[in-house]
C-alpha cells in the first residue's frame, strides 16, 4: 500500500512539471481526436445506409407501380403478339422488385404477403408469355386472373405510396422501420392467383416506360435529319443566331464551351441581370437551339393554361417551328412544360417532339427543349398507303375499352423505325388509355394509360 501511494504521490509531482502537463494535454487531445473521428465514421456509415435503404425503396415504389400499370394494360390486349409484350414486362417489373424488396432492413416474415404476391404475379405472367408466344389464344379466365391481380397490385402500390409520404416527411427512418413496415405491408392481401413453379432466369435490364407524353423520352441513336447536308457555322454566325433566338434576353451573350459528340453543339450563356442567368445549346451546323433554360425566379402563378399554351404555340411560331400541336403538359413550381408535336396535314407526328417551359407569374418563355425534333424532323414525310379503316381498326381493339376518339398518328418504335397508326383513345372502368394500330397490318402497336393528375397529364 505504502509502494502504491508513494508512486501515485510520484506521478502527482510529474504532473505539477509544466513539459509532463503537456504531453498529458497532448494525448487528451489525440484520445478525443480519435474519438470524434470514430463517431464521424459511424455516422457517415449510418447515413450510407440510410440512403442504400432509401434508394432501394424508392425503386420499389416505381417498380410496383409499374406492374400495376402494365397489369391493367394486359386487360386491354386482343393479339397474343401484344400479350406476350405485356406479360413479359409484368414479369421483369415483378423481378426488380423482388429485389428492391429484399433490400429493405425488414424481416422477411412482415414482407411475406408481399414477396408472395410479387412471385405469384411473375410467375403467372411469365407462363401467360409463353402460352401467348406459341399462338394460344387469351381467355376469359386470363383476363378474369389479370383483373385480380391488378386489384392486389394496385392495394399494394398504394401502400407503399402511403409509406413513401411517410418517408419524404421524415417521419420514418429505414433504422426504426421494422414496427411501422409490418403494419403497411400486412394490410396487402395474398392473391389467389395460379400457383406454378417460381422460375429462376437470368433477366437483363429493362428500361422504366415512364413518359410525361406519348413517346416524348424515345431514345434514337441516329443522325439528325434536321442537319442533314447542313453547313457548320463560325463562333460569331452561332452567337447572332442564339441573339435572334433569345430576343432582349440576349445581354452579356457568349460561349462558354462546345461538344463534339452526338450533335456538335455550342453552349452559351447570356446575363441579363446579375441575378439571372440564362443557359442555351446551339447546333454547330445551322445553328438550331437544342435546348434553353432561364434560371430566373418564378413569382406566384397567375395565368391560367390555356393562356400559357397560346404564349408557347406563338413562341414556337415565331421561332421557325410551324404546324406544331400541344399534346400534353405537367405544371411544376408555378412553370408549365408543354409538350408540342408537329402536325403533317391532320396526321399528328410525335417523333417531332419539342417541350417549351412558360412561365406562369407572367408569361415569359423560360426553358426549350429541341432536341427530338433536330432528330426526327423531316420537312415532309412519306406516309405508308393506308389500307386500314378506322371502322376496321376499331374492331381490333379489346371490348372492354369504350373508344371516345380516334386520329391518325406517327409514332416512333425502339428501333428508331416509324409507324402510321390509329391513335384510339377510350375508357376502361375509371381510367384512359391510348391504343395504336397499324394502318397496314391491324397489329397493336402500343398501348399507353392516361394519368390525370393535379399538375397535369401524364402518359405511362
Not at 462546345?258 to 447546333?283: C, F, H, V
Not at 390509329?422 to 392516361?450: P, S
Request: hydrophobic share 40%; glycine share 4%.
Amino acid at each position: 500500500m505504502n509502494a502504491f501511494r508513494k508512486k501515485l504521490l510520484d506521478f502527482k509531482a510529474r504532473l505539477s512539471d509544466r513539459h509532463m502537463y503537456s504531453i498529458v494535454l497532448v494525448v487528451v487531445g489525440i484520445v478525443a481526436a480519435v474519438g470524434i473521428y470514430q463517431y464521424k465514421k459511424a455516422v457517415d456509415f449510418r447515413n450510407q445506409a440510410e440512403n442504400h435503404y432509401n434508394r432501394a425503396f424508392h425503386e420499389l415504389v416505381d417498380t410496383v407501380n409499374n406492374v400495376e400499370v402494365s397489369l391493367a394494360k394486359s386487360q386491354l390486349v386482343s393479339s397474343e403478339r401484344k400479350m406476350t409484350d405485356l406479360a413479359s414486362e409484368v414479369w421483369r417489373y415483378a423481378t426488380f422488385a423482388q429485389a428492391d424488396l429484399g433490400q429493405l432492413p425488414i424481416a422477411q416474415q412482415d414482407l411475406a404477403n408481399a414477396s408472395k404476391f410479387l412471385s405469384q404475379v411473375g410467375a403467372y405472367t411469365y407462363s401467360l408469355s409463353r402460352k401467348s408466344l406459341d399462338g394460344t389464344p387469351v381467355t376469359d379466365e386470363d383476363y378474369k386472373q389479370l383483373e385480380q391481380l391488378d386489384n392486389y397490385a394496385k392495394t399494394l402500390s398504394a401502400s407503399l405510396q402511403a409509406m413513401q409520404a411517410e418517408v419524404y416527411q421524415g417521419n420514418i427512418r429505414f433504422g426504426e422501420i421494422e414496427e411501422k413496415g409490418t403494419k403497411i405491408f400486412s394490410e396487402t392481401k395474398d392473391p389467389m392467383a395460379e400457383n406454378i413453379n417460381d422460375l429462376k432466369k437470368q433477366f437483363q435490364d429493362y428500361p422504366t416506360l415512364i413518359y410525361d407524353g406519348p413517346f416524348s423520352d424515345d431514345i434514337r441513336n441516329q443522325a439528325a435529319k434536321l442537319l442533314e447536308n447542313g453547313k457548320e457555322l463560325s463562333k460569331e454566325e452561332i452567337q447572332k443566331k442564339a441573339a435572334d433566338f433569345l430576343g432582349d434576353n440576349a445581354q452579356n451573350l457568349a460561349i462558354a464551351g462546345d461538344t463534339q459528340s452526338g450533335i456538335q453543339e455550342y453552349q452559351l450563356t447570356a446575363t441579363p441581370t446579375k441575378e439571372r442567368t440564362i443557359n442555351l445549346s446551339m447546333t454547330k451546323i445551322e445553328g438550331y437551339p437544342v435546348w434553353m433554360l432561364d434560371n430566373r425566379a418564378i413569382g406566384d402563378p397567375k395565368l391560367p393554361m390555356d393562356q400559357a399554351i397560346a404564349k408557347a404555340t406563338a413562341f414556337l411560331d415565331q421561332k421557325g417551328y410551324p404546324n406544331m400541336k400541344e399534346t400534353y403538359f405537367i405544371q411544376s413550381n408555378g412553370i408549365a412544360t408543354i409538350n408540342f408535336a408537329y402536325m403533317q396535314d391532320d396526321i399528328i407526328v410525335y417523333p417531332d417532339l419539342v417541350k417549351v417551359k412558360v412561365a406562369l407569374d407572367n408569361g415569359d418563355i423560360v426553358g426549350f427543349e429541341g432536341r427530338s425534333y433536330l432528330l426526327a424532323h423531316n420537312k415532309k414525310r412519306t406516309l405508308p398507303t393506308i389500307t386500314l379503316t378506322e371502322a376496321q381498326a376499331k374492331k381490333k381493339i379489346n371490348p372492354r375499352l369504350t373508344i371516345d376518339s380516334a386520329r391518325l398518328a406517327v409514332i416512333p418504335t425502339e428501333s428508331t423505325k416509324e409507324l402510321l397508326c390509329y391513335e384510339l383513345k377510350g375508357r376502361m372502368q375509371d381510367r384512359e388509355f391510348l391504343i395504336y394500330i397499324n394502318v397496314q397490318n391491324g397489329r397493336e402497336e402500343k398501348i399507353l394509360l392516361i394519368l390525370e393528375t393535379p399538375n397535369g397529364a401524364l402518359t405511362m
